[in-house]
Nanobody, 118 residues
Framework: QGQLVESGGGLVQPGGSLKLSCTASGLRFRFSLYRMAWYRQAPGKQREVVARTGGDGDSNTYYSDAVKGRFTISRDDYKNTLTLQMNNLKPEDTAIYYC????????WGQGTQVTVSS
């Protein structure tokens, strides 16, 4: 049974940084095929995509306007990992962050809490 496991969340002050990681295991297809993304969901709001990176043959990278210039998504297809480097964090970045993998089917992680507060 395939799964994605996130780590790296926590409490950080405004202006600080965090690095989230997502490790994939047991996927039906090889990790490099999957389009990988980070989503987040704040209390009372819908889940939204934060950043996305394509699989094999797709070099496109997407960032939402809210995080562009502050967050960086990257992947290591040898280690089956996805990361999100978050800099200059703001209180409005507070949310549960989810890792998603999509290739014919979808996988979701359990989420990791990020809280930005002084």
């Amino acid at each position: 049974q395939g799964q994605l496991v996130e780590s790296g969340g926590g409490l950080v002050q405004p202006g600080g940084s965090l690095k989230l990681s997502c490790t994939a295991s047991g996927l039906r297809f090889r990790f490099s095929l999957y389009r990988m993304a980070w989503y987040r969901q704040a209390p009372g709001k819908q889940r939204e995509v934060v950043a996305r990176t394509g699989g094999d043959g797709d070099s496109n990278t997407y960032y939402s306007d809210a995080v562009k210039g502050r967050f960086t998504i990257s992947r290591d297809d040898y280690k089956n990992t996805l990361t999100l480097q978050m800099n200059n964090l703001k209180p409005e970045d507070t949310a549960i962050y989810y890792c998603n993998g999509h290739w014919i089917e979808d996988y979701w992680g359990q989420g990791t809490q990020v809280t930005v507060s002084s």
